[in-house]
């Protein structure tokens, strides 16, 4: 992050001043808000729901001299607000690299002189290299958990949570966890294979 936009302590006091002017403890407002950002990107599928959740927060940080002046109501629904938009850059992003991609692929071969269907080889080759590294409960659970179709799916999902002693919210944070791991292990395995060629 560019020095520029890293919160000042100033800029922090003002945030927890702010989220004090309610009843409720500033810090314990702020970890309740924090917790829920990141259950709102891991709801929309961001491997990175943490590090949203903070930018989140420090994008709201840098703009409370200016909204906490006559803003009224709950703090939170600010945060929740921004991280919508940040929600829609991330998709507005997202289209734009998959149209670029798409254009690049157009062709019968790679720049590489593979074919596409070699590519999807290669990409579940690795896939199936990155679940087979995962420790056994991991990769039963992740192979489990994308069972079944529509409502099937969402009862089948109940069950592995009462089967783990959990409730559904801890099982999806547990399984977004396991897909982290291995989006960073797809990177590692297709970055080698960039590289072999």
């Known amino acids: 992050m560019p020095k520029d936009l890293i919160p000042t302590k100033e800029q922090f006091e003002g945030l927890m001043a702010w989220l004090g002017s309610s009843t409720e403890d500033p810090g ?31 994008r709201v940080m840098r703009r409370v001299p200016e909204i906490a002046i006559d803003y009224s109501g709950d703090p939170a629904l600010y945060f929740y607000g921004v991280a919508r938009m940040m ?3 991330r998709r507005r992003q997202r289209t734009i690299s998959s149209e670029s991609q798409s254009l690049e692929l157009r062709g019968v071969t790679t720049r590489s002189g593979q074919s596409d269907d070699d590519e999807i080889n290669r990409k579940f080759e ?20 994308y069972q079944e179709e529509k ?8 069950q592995i ?8 919210e801890n099982l999806r944070v547990r399984v977004f966890r396991i897909r982290a791991s291995i ?13 072999v060629q």
């Open 161 to 168: 949570a009462q089967r783990m002693g959990m409730d559904v």
């Open 28 to 58: 314990d407002k702020y970890e309740t808000i924090r917790r829920s950002l990141v259950k709102l990107f891991v709801w929309n599928g961001c491997l990175d729901a943490e590090d949203m959740a903070d930018e989140t927060i420090d």
């Open 126 to 145: 690795c896939l199936d290299e990155c679940i087979a590294k995962l420790p056994a409960d991991s990769r039963e659970l992740i192979l489990d958990y």
């Open 151 to 158: 409502r099937a799916k969402i009862d089948f999902r109940r």
């Open 87 to 89: 929600l829609k850059e």
């Open 183 to 195: 989006y960073k292990c797809m990177e590692k395995c297709l970055g080698t294979i960039a590289l």
